[in-house]
């Protein structure tokens, strides 16, 4: 069991901190989206549920993969895959910032101790045609987490406007863990019969993935992967709302959204694989944004979505 | 007379906005408060991260009642224009007054506007300020509608009067609803606190630890962060803007000063000054002995138990991260350039797009060698040296260094061509040929480097003219007018001269080529290949192109020209945007000199003259003429030159013609006649000498000698006379002094 005061002492002590800090604070406790995905804020969860007028609560984890950022698991801070703590609140509640230093308190990191401030950070996501206003936290300089107020999301203005926050959890895990190599980060409590640290789950993992997303990966493949995720979100979209077999009103926005991540981790492939020139980069990056726009209009025109017949 | 204080509570504050919105607080409240006949003694305004507040002192408790008197209809006048008339004025016929006047009587009305309390205007006023607040960028949050820079949580609005009796003005925006309370420091206040008047606010705030002024916090920041550096025989550099941000950044500065890793001494300054405030908001703290960066100072925002050493060690480990990225980098790109030199570094730049319409940056530096060598001789430099230096003066955009701190672009470039033991000239062209950057940038001065900074500029504008990007109004995106304004400092810096049309063309054809490799024939770009080499020949492109066209027709080697052909397009189209692109220039030196006190209408008679491409020439002439006009010599040769025009203008009107032909001394019939032949055949070869030796004052000192002659020839010789034979000859003498005058400058576009 994690110990609920005092230091955490494992990566998935701070994992499970938060899980049960923000479970108390009302979150819906989600898992995972079952994608590859470039941030946590791909996560249906947060993309399609800030839109609408429903309020809506939930915090997961995330993994997310940045083919770019690969370094064969040896830079002590870059990884191609890691994880991020999600937490979306819609509205956002008046104490948003008073709930997530309570996270911080919750994982062991004291304010008595511990300068933590809020530096300006406006957040842009281009393939997302999202925008929002915020921070990032830092504590003793160290940038800890995101902390935006969503504006718009797909070309929406949100209303009411969801609260996001964004924890870098290796990064935060190594500062408050004393860590300074990622792979020497214990994943799990160090006295464990089986002590594992984060390089004997990931080193390997980071090896084989740098060397095919920069050097392997089928380009061509990936490119027509593209083509087709892109033309089947929209064949998808382009369905009449009406379901002829049950008769039922049912607007296909997820498995659209899902070909939409599709494209949007595509593209992120072939740009690591170097094969994307700066001005083809534009263009591609507006093409995901319209397939988010798409899913974005549809999502609205969903009961979630809060759309009343 | 009481005195106001608002305080509007907020999450943070972005730093950059704080000073401003303090300001526009002030602004906004105060005018709205005399606009509404409230007057007062002082205002001030503060601003923290998470608070904008002012206080107004002696303020006026009412408004002042006013009366306004109007007069009405006759009381005769018909029923409903007396009803209509105590509508408009809101008043009963009983409070009417009847004057008599002469056409009769009339009514007149007596308007009283009642004084309105002083916390009726702030509540109206405060509120409309909130809502329409000029913030930068604003947003909203939760289910609400307001917007404000971030998340507004409170706001406190209270008049305080002279028993110290405060009382909140009641106010409610969006549900939040105005008081006297607020909150100190986020983690060492003590929780909410009433507040009765401003010196209350300040001294609980600072109790709670808060410094309310933002220069307050500034100091304390900069004496105490100097006093530490100093006790460690350091000293702190200098850095303002990072001094405002900062401010803006805490409520309680407390200054921590740390050490930078031994590891990382090494490094260039400026990269370790520039990884430390860009990311990590940290002072320099340099040895003044050897110059070198060896520690930091960060501000934080809390005092701690252990006084700072758990915050310290954190941002010392933070930076020691950042530290050895940036020295990931420097060794990095060291080592490339050591194994394949600068040259090798700038390979990937055929990867990289300057503009999609004008190719590649290795596309652009191979123009900016070709134009930087073209230029070399005519400034002294050795050709070679200045084509290596051009080919690598942006290899470091390619550097790891530079992906990471685009600002350290030009200088990573010396310290590389340094490393890779180039000649300084080189080192110092990769650093120097952006500038100047800006009014505080100086214009480089060694040959190399102002050949290369030359060439990137004109390829930069010749580039953009040549796609038709040309900078409209306040639109500039790529920077076009510092572009212009670079060639015109780094020309005047440097006394240089040089017919800039010729480069011009030579440049526009270099982008034409580049535009049309791809759907020209070959035989089209072989032949503007060849012309580019032959403009310096014929001083322009048009010349350049007939000789070589003629020259490959002679060998039945010329390929197709006409309609609709690349050669025919570039024909046409080359010397009409070479001539707008040097007015570009024309009007950038017109706003220069205007700025150095260059009179308009001068740059004006000077820009019309030959050789107006040689900047240096220009602005001789200019300012010979400017200091000329404003001597008694100048209101001579100036006076002497109009007599003459406005005569010959008004005859060549008149009769249609010319007055161009020589006039013949032997028509001559008076002494005064004949001696203005005299004087001018003695002025024009002196005048000639002067004009060849570029000694503008002296021709126009001739020049001016010649109005005694003139003077005494109009008043003894009458020029419009019946004698046809007479009245030519002395036109074309008007036109001969006219001519001569017209040598310096266009004397007709002089003003007075």
Redesign the interface.
């Known amino acids: 069991m994690a110990q609920t005061n005092g230091k955490p002492r494992s990566f998935q002590e701070i994992i499970l901190r938060l899980q049960t800090y923000w479970a108390g604070q009302g979150c819906a406790m989600m898992q995972p989206y079952d994608m590859e995905v470039g941030a946590g804020t791909f996560h249906p969860a947060t993309t399609l549920r800030s839109l609408g007028s429903k309020p809506w609560a939930a915090a997961y984890v995330q993994p997310s993969r940045r083919p770019t950022d690969g370094r064969y698991g040896e830079n ?2 870059r990884l191609q895959h890691y994880y991020q703590y999600q937490v979306l609140i819609k ?4 104490n948003l ?1 008073d709930l997530y230093l309570g996270s911080l308190k919750a994982i062991g990191i004291d ?10 950070d ?1 957040w842009e996501s281009p393939t997302l045609g999202a925008w ?4 990032e936290v830092w ?4 940038e800890v987490s995101q902390f935006t ?1 969503f ?1 718009q999301v797909g070309g929406h203005d ?4 969801s ?1 996001e926050l964004t924890y870098g959890l290796e990064r935060l895990a190594m ?1 408050v863990l004393g860590v ?1 190599h990622v792979m020497d980060m214990p994943f799990n409590d160090p006295a464990a019969p089986i002590p594992l640290s984060y390089g004997d789950v990931f080193r390997q993992t980071e090896q084989e993935y740098s060397r095919w997303n920069f050097d392997i990966a089928n380009t061509e493949v990936l490119l027509r992967h593209f083509e087709e995720a892109e033309a089947e979100c929209e064949a998808i979209l382009s369905h009449p709302y009406e379901d002829p077999k049950t008769g039922q009103r049912i607007v296909m926005v997820h498995p659209a959204y899902d070909q939409c991540i599709k494209a949007s981790h595509l593209f992120n492939l072939l740009d690591a694989r170097g094969v994307i ?3 083809e980069r534009q263009a591609y990056i507006g093409r995901v944004r319209a397939l988010a726009k798409k899913c974005a209009d549809a999502f609205v025109q969903t009961e979630a979505g809060g759309y009343a017949a | 007379m009481p005195d106001l204080l608002i305080e509007l509570f907020s ?2 504050i ?3 906005m704080q000073a401003r919105a303090a300001e526009d607080l002030k602004k906004r409240m105060t005018d709205a408060l005399v606009e509404a006949g409230l007057t007062y003694g002082g205002a001030a305004g503060f601003a923290t ?1 998470r608070r904008l507040a002012l206080a107004v002192e002696g303020l006026l408790a009412t408004s002042p009642t006013t009366r306004e008197e109007r007069k009405g209809p006759r009381v005769d006048a018909p029923e409903k224009a007396i009803e209509g008339f105590l509508r408009g004025a809101g008043v009963t016929r009983d409070q009417l007054e009847v004057r008599d006047e002469k056409k009769g009587q009339v009514y007149y009305a007596t308007i009283t506007r009642p004084g309105r309390p002083a916390a009726e205007i702030v509540a109206e006023e405060l509120e409309k300020i909130i809502r329409n607040f000029p913030w930068p ?1 604003s ?5 609400g509608s307001l917007r404000w ?3 507004l ?1 409170s706001i406190l609005c209270i008049l305080t009067d002279e028993m110290g009796e405060a009382t909140v003005v009641d106010l409610e925006i969006d549900g939040i609803p105005a008081g006297n309370t607020t909150q100190g420091h986020r ?1 060492m206040g003590e929780g909410a606190f009433a507040v009765s008047s401003f010196d209350d606010y300040r001294a609980k705030l600072r109790r709670d630890h808060v410094v309310l002024e933002a220069q307050e916090r500034a100091d304390h920041i900069w004496q105490d962060a100097g006093n530490q550096a100093f006790a460690a025989g350091l000293e702190l550099v200098e850095d303002p803007g990072l001094l405002a941000e900062v401010s803006g ?2 409520e309680w500065p407390v200054v921590l000063m740390g050490q930078i890793g031994e590891d990382f001494l090494g490094l260039p300054g400026e990269v370790l000054q520039t990884s430390m405030r860009e990311h ?1 908001k ?1 002072f320099s703290v340099r040895n003044p002995k050897t110059g070198r960066i060896e520690r930091f100072v ?1 501000v ?3 005092e ?3 006084h700072g050493a ?2 310290l ?3 010392q ?3 020691s ?1 950042r530290l ?1 990225d940036a020295k990931f980098f420097w060794e990095n790109d060291l080592r490339l350039v050591r194994d394949k030199g600068l040259a090798g570094m700038a390979e990937g730049l055929s ?3 300057f503009h ?1 319409k004008l190719g590649s940056q290795a596309a652009r530096i191979a123009r900016i060698e070709a134009l930087s060598r073209d230029l070399a001789p005519a400034l002294g430099a050795d050709v070679d040296m200045v084509g290596l230096a051009a080919t690598v003066a942006k290899a470091d955009l390619q550097s790891e260094m530079v992906y990471e701190f685009p600002e350290l672009q030009g200088l990573m470039g010396r310290y590389y061509a340094e490393a890779e033991g180039l000649a300084p000239e080189i080192a110092a062209a990769c650093e120097e040929h952006y500038s100047p950057l800006g009014p505080s940038d100086a214009a480089p001065t060694g040959a190399v480097s102002v050949a290369v900074a030359l060439a990137d500029k004109l390829d930069t504008l010749t580039g953009f003219w040549a796609i038709d990007e040309k900078p409209t109004g306040s639109k500039d995106p790529f920077a076009l007018r510092r572009a212009g304004l670079g060639v015109i400092r780094i020309i005047l810096a440097n006394d240089l001269r040089l017919s800039l049309g010729q480069f011009v063309d030579a440049q526009l054809l270099r982008q034409k080529i580049t535009l049309h490799r791809h759907k020209a024939s070959s035989g089209e770009i072989d032949t503007l290949e060849e012309v580019v080499e032959e403009i310096a020949d014929h001083g322009v492109f048009g010349a350049a192109f007939h000789a070589v066209m003629e020259r490959l027709k002679a060998q039945d080697k010329a390929p197709e020209a006409g309609d609709g052909s690349v050669l025919n397009g570039v024909e046409t189209s080359l010397p009409e945007l070479s001539v707008d692109l040097l007015a570009f220039l024309h009007d950038r030196l017109k706003v220069h000199l205007r700025d150095e006190g260059i009179r308009h209408d001068v740059i004006d008679a000077c820009l019309v003259m030959p050789r107006a491409d040689d900047l240096t020439l220009l602005v001789k002439r200019a300012q010979a003429l400017g200091a000329f006009l404003g001597s008694e010599d100048g209101e001579n040769l100036l006076q002497g030159f109009k007599r003459a025009n406005n005569i010959l203008t008004q005859a060549e009107e008149k009769d249609g013609v010319e007055y161009s032909y020589g006039a013949d001394a032997k028509f001559a019939e008076s002494d005064e006649e004949k001696a203005i032949f005299a004087a001018l055949d003695a002025a024009e070869p002196e005048i000639a000498r002067a004009l060849e030796a570029e000694d503008f004052a002296a021709a126009m000192a001739v020049m001016a000698g010649l109005r005694p002659a003139v003077d005494a020839f109009f008043e003894a010789v009458q020029i419009n006379t019946d004698n046809q034979v007479l009245r030519r000859n002395r036109l074309n003498l008007l036109n001969r002094i006219r001519a001569t005058c017209l040598q310096v400058a266009d004397l007709t576009r002089i003003e007075g």
């Open positions: 002590p801070n509205p956002s509640p008046p910032q304010m008595d101790l511990h300068d933590i401030r809020f530096v300006e406006d929002g206003l915020g921070w504590c003793d300089g160290m107020y504006q949100c209303a009411p406007v609260g500062y300074d020139s700066v001005t | 999450e943070e972005p730093a950059r991260p960028k947003m909203r949050w939760g289910a820079v971030r998340p949580h983690f950044l805490v990590q940290f960060t934080a925002n809390v701690t138990a252990d758990t915050i060690a954190g941002n480990k933070v930076l991260a050895s990867e990289v797009t999609n």
